[in-house]
């Protein structure tokens, strides 16, 4: 039985259509990630997901309940971190998991019970009685996570969770999400790293201009559509090494700035032109997601 | 969308409105001696300095006049202030909305928690001001004790136009058009420092819509220990602006936020 079930769900703004026909289910205790560059319609399909918008179109089940109909009772079961922090600046770390609690209409006592706790799992035990205004990045997104966790929910919604943090903070929250995993809660993820994609989610999907444009595990995302190896080749003359020589050795080729990277299923051919070239230099790597994503949704900026 | 459904209203909006009163209390002290500032210099500086060159006004000192002026507006101002200043920064800059909207309280219940909460801020000046007016010796009549009951009328129609204001505001600079041209305006045309009756017939008669007029209609009798006419007139018509606002206010939140 899914916990989440979207049926091609439709959103336009001002005749532009931010969301374009997406469907998918999730089943409990799975990670989902949702890719996709800025402005490809994650956050709104999430809005969508927790009746926080109406569609233009299509369905969506959350915890087996219709929304947005019965949207406030589904969210009882949910919890959510959002992208922007939006902690409560006026009151102190347990005052921000207690106030939340509130919301959920949970008992007092139940709320201050809980509260250790998430303190605990959010490593801010320390920090109970700090302002908001004191915490680290990394800090508030932990605290972010453990008001997620306040109503015990089934399922998490984390949009972007560890956007502009410092490697420490990032492998903390993976540690964290992955023991939320183990424990059997359900995990949907939007990201733009691909490495915590790759980590974290059994299953994720790649969306582009408001559809999803593919959707398996990581491995399968690379074997489908990526050759397995990648050489990144830059130094002078790379361009003419790769408008002539290179041309026919690797399946494909793509310039990116003063960087051509070359995908083939066999790299020696390739390796052994560069072995004579020596004014290039050259990154031999297996293909990931990035090279997937890259490939499905373009080199070119998104704004 | 479900634009234009009439708000729901449901308990919800409590621990909202809880959360509100949480930070009030952390700064409760500094909050209530600002509340009382202004007003104070006015009643002392109009009421006492002005006052004192005024034969009486209506049949009584001007400051005792001018007592029932000072409560209405302060009521008014404090609600005022807080569905737009306060409520915007929740709204717009803290998004502090967006988080309790994740959680399963509704936005119609968040803009109750505000009016509700708003109008519970303007009481609290309301009964700081009275209760200077008796200190002052101002008002020697128990009837001044159903002004406490005026006030949260006052403070749900201040509270629910403002919010109406807030919905549509971009930043802090558009509340600016509302006090110059609708508070300002009624605290110069409701009768707060002078009677209604020495404004021309037109204004008089622009005077007659507004709600500032009908609070101090029936917070003047009372203070002064008369019994106040068309007590029910001036309540619906209080009542009408609360729930005008309100309603108004809701559905251009909708549209503001759930598009």
Redesign the interface.
């Known amino acids: 039985m899914a916990v989440l079930a979207a049926h091609n769900l439709h959103k336009s703004?001002d005749g532009e259509e931010v969301v374009a026909g997406v469907s998918f289910g999730i089943a409990p205790g799975e990670c989902f990630g949702l890719l996709g560059p800025n402005g490809a319609g994650k956050t709104t399909t999430l809005r969508l997901c927790?009746g926080?918008?109406?569609p233009d179109g299509g369905s969506v089940e959350l915890m087996q309940r219709p929304v947005p109909g019965e949207a406030?009772?589904a969210?009882?079961r949910v919890g959510?971190v959002?992208q922007?922090?939006?902690?409560?600046?006026?009151?102190t770390v347990s005052?921000n998991l207690l106030?939340?609690g509130?919301?959920?209409?949970l008992a007092e006592r139940a709320i201050r019970e809980r509260i250790p706790e998430l303190l605990e799992f959010a490593g801010l035990t320390a920090r109970a009685k700090s302002r908001i205004q004191t915490l680290s990045g990394g800090m508030k997104r932990r605290l972010t996570l453990a008001?997620a966790l306040i109503?015990d929910p089934d399922l998490i919604f984390m949009d972007e969770p560890t956007t502009g943090l410092d490697p420490q903070a990032r492998h903390l929250i993976w540690e964290r999400l992955k023991q939320l995993l183990a424990a059997g809660k359900t995990i949907v993820l939007t990201t733009h790293f691909m490495e915590e994609a790759e980590r974290l989610c059994a299953r994720l999907a790649i969306m582009d201009r408001g559809r999803f444009i593919t959707e398996g595990s990581p491995r399968e995302l690379i074997l489908r559509h990526i050759e397995p190896h990648v050489i990144e080749v830059h130094g002078d003359g790379v361009t003419e090494w790769a408008d002539g020589e290179a041309g026919g050795l690797a399946t494909r080729l793509e310039k990116s700035g003063d960087t051509v990277f070359c995908y083939a299923a066999d790299p020696a051919p390739l390796l052994a032109s560069l072995s004579r070239r020596t004014e290039l230099r050259y990154l031999h790597r297996p293909a990931d997601l990035e090279d997937v994503f890259l490939k499905m949704t373009g080199r070119e900026l998104r704004d | 969308m479900r634009v234009f459904a009439p708000p729901s209203m449901s308990l919800r909006f409590v621990p909202v409105w809880r959360r509100n009163l949480l930070v009030w209390r952390k700064l409760a002290i500094p909050s209530i001696l600002g509340n009382l500032a202004d007003p104070l210099i006015y009643v002392l500086g109009l009421g006492y300095g002005l006052g004192s060159m005024l034969p009486q006004v209506g049949g009584v000192s001007y400051v005792a006049f001018l007592a029932a002026g000072m409560v209405c507006s302060s009521t008014m101002n404090s609600a005022t202030f807080e569905a737009m200043y306060s409520a915007f920064s929740r709204m717009h800059v803290q998004r502090t909305w967006d988080a309790i909207m994740n959680a399963p309280v509704d936005l119609d219940d968040v803009v109750l928690a505000e009016l509700v909460w708003a109008a519970s801020k303007s009481v609290l000046s309301g009964v700081a001001i009275l209760a200077v007016v008796w200190l002052l010796g101002l008002s020697h009549s128990a009837l001044a004790f159903w002004v406490l009951a005026l006030l949260p009328l006052i403070g749900l129609a201040f509270g629910a136009l403002a919010l109406a204001v807030t919905a549509m505001a971009r930043s802090y600079d558009f509340f600016m058009y509302y006090f110059t041209l609708l508070i300002t305006p009624m605290s110069l045309l409701c009768g707060v420092f002078f009677p209604v009756e020495q404004l021309p017939p037109a204004f008089q008669a622009i005077a007659a819509f507004l709600p500032l007029t009908h609070a101090v209609a029936i917070a003047r009798p009372l203070l002064l220990g008369n019994i106040p006419a068309d007590v029910a007139l001036h309540v619906l018509v209080l009542l009408a602006y609360a729930a005008a606002g309100f309603y108004a206010a809701t559905i251009l939140f909708r549209r503001r936020l759930l598009k």
């Open positions: 703004y927790l926080l918008t109406d406030r009772p969210r009882a959510v959002p922007i922090d939006n902690l409560d600046p006026d009151f005052e106030v939340y509130r919301y959920f209409g008001r109503n």
